[in-house]
């Protein structure tokens, strides 16, 4: 992480991303050959050309994917428009603690990622609140403290009643042509669809709810069903083994560790501070031109962007009028992660709200200190609260204890970062067989990675993305070197 972007967290909490502007203004490059030379020109390109393969995004599936193309021989660029890699993650330090401001979580289950963890020696540490002594939940104006066993296992009976499905739609939730008809026959549905269709305790209802908007960090009624239903299943449809594969363990050393690791063990080159403007395939050759630097050249070209981004990139050849459509319109609003260190030492706790116009949210305790405590949150609303507003982020937090003071509090407004535009990436309703394939296709000499396309399992967590990267540059290789 570079230095002015740790520094931004310490300095400003209230404009974290004050300065991110939208990349404007700028005359795109632009180059015709003859026809008459079009075929010479072009075997000249591709015998020239600058690398075998350029990565367009440098977070865990782009930077994944460079170390392998370059392992496998191939000769690797690494174009990354921030100042850091690591894409959606993001860890910095806050009031004395390491934070993640954007993917965090890891566990076995999640194959990818951890054989990383295990490549590498990485070490893991557990995040309190994930294990609660005390669950605050609330729905509209009830209000339940839950501390008995038997609460617990209503809840649990809720998440499997919510659930029920995911066995049979995502029987292999890697594969998801194995139940496609399953899939077609609820895409439609959304997350508060299925709410209507079953009867949950008020209690149930409170849990349920804020667990699926977190999970999609958006509103019920904007995110599949399908796609929630997914992740169930990768939890082994388990309510017992969800809480520690979602938000329990972490990097102890945090996740620009491990993404430094594999870059480094990698070698190959990246190029900092150099957002892609301009994609344009010739042939056997494809030229990548910077914002405001030259072009360069390779043999195929890898997008690991988060696909929001994909219609601020002008390709030539365009891209096909579906993947611009899913990119403009497939995914719904992101809400935001914030933290708040509040006064005194809480324990740890589990607070969440649901049914109520603002105030829903997610919010465990993530470290404590000497004389406070750390929470960490998800609102599935980020133009609803300015989560660098310490009377703001209290006024939610009071509901759930009316005598807490924050001291401060921090995010990162992701949904206001050009290269990002918005935290991991839900389907909306009937994306799975609208977009879901075609995001994932070749076109030519251009291959789609990140962590939120294809069949990669964990696709939205650092598990996907790593999976994802690593299978992509297998196909290339195989292509390129054959």
């Known amino acids: 992480m570079g230095e002015r972007e740790r520094s931004s967290v310490r300095l400003s909490r209230r404009q974290l991303l004050g300065a991110a502007t939208t990349v404007a203004g700028a005359s795109l490059w632009s180059k015709t050959i003859s026809a008459a030379a079009a075929d010479e020109s072009t075997r000249k390109l591709v015998t020239r050309a600058d690398y075998d393969v350029i990565v367009v995004g440098g977070g865990f599936s782009g930077v994944t994917a460079a170390r392998d193309l370059q392992k496998n021989g191939l000769r690797t ?47 893991i540490e557990e995040t309190p609140g994930a294990v609660p002594d005390q669950l605050v939940a609330i729905d509209g104006e009830k209000r339940f403290t839950v501390r008995s066993a038997a609460q617990m296992d209503e809840i ?30 609820r895409d439609a549905m959304s997350t508060a669809d299925r709410l209507k269709a079953i009867k949950l305790t008020p209690l149930q209802h409170a849990f349920v709810v804020a667990a699926v908007e977190a999970q999609s960090n958006c ?58 403007r301009r994609i344009e395939q010739q042939g056997g050759a494809v030229l990548v031109t910077p914002l405001g630097g030259k072009s360069v050249s390779a043999r195929a070209v890898l997008l690991a962007v988060p696909p929001r981004v994909l219609k601020d990139i002008e390709f030539m050849p365009a891209l096909s009028a579906m993947k611009v459509e899913a990119s403009r319109n497939g995914f719904p609003s992101s809400g935001i992660k914030l933290y708040a260190e509040v006064k005194g030492r809480l324990g740890k706790q589990q607070w969440l709200s649901s049914g109520k116009k603002q105030g829903n949210g ?43 003071e924050v001291l401060a509090c921090t995010s990162y407004a992701w949904h206001r970062d050009p290269f990002a535009q ?9 994306g799975m067989t609208r977009y879901f394939t075609e995001l994932a296709r070749p076109e030519g000499q251009i291959w789609m990675a990140g962590g939120d396309i294809g069949d990669n399992s964990w696709r939205g967590f650092i598990d996907g993305a790593i999976a994802r990267g690593s299978r992509i540059a297998r196909e290339i290789s195989e292509t390129l070197l054959t």
């Open 219 to 276: 509103p019920i009624e904007q995110t599949s069903y399908v796609d929630m239903l997914r992740w169930w299943a990768l939890c082994l449809n388990s309510p017992l083994i969800a809480p520690d594969a979602l938000a329990r363990f972490k990097l102890s050393a945090g996740t620009g560790s491990l993404v430094q690791k594999i870059a480094a063990d990698g070698k190959s080159e990246v190029r900092l501070s150099t957002p892609v």
């Open 362 to 404: 997610l919010f465990w305790t993530y470290a404590q200190g000497e004389n406070s405590t750390l929470m960490v949150g998800f609102c599935p609303r980020a133009e609803e609260l300015d989560a660098n507003d310490e009377e703001a982020v209290q006024g939610v937090l009071r509901q759930f204890e009316p005598s807490v």
């Open 156 to 185: 649990n009976r809720g998440l499997q009643q919510y659930f029920d499905e995911s066995a049979a739609v995502w029987e292999r939730p890697y594969d998801s042509g194995y139940r496609w008809k399953e899939i077609v026959a």
């Open 422 to 430: 918005g935290t991991y990436t839900g389907m909306r309703p009937g």
């Open 77 to 123: 660029l690494v174009l990354e428009a921030k100042g850091r890699i690591g894409g959606r993650t993001f860890d910095t330090q806050f009031r004395g603690h390491h934070i993640e401001l954007g993917g965090t979580w890891v566990h076995w289950v999640q194959p990818a990622v951890w054989a990383e963890i295990l490549r590498y020696g990485m070490e």
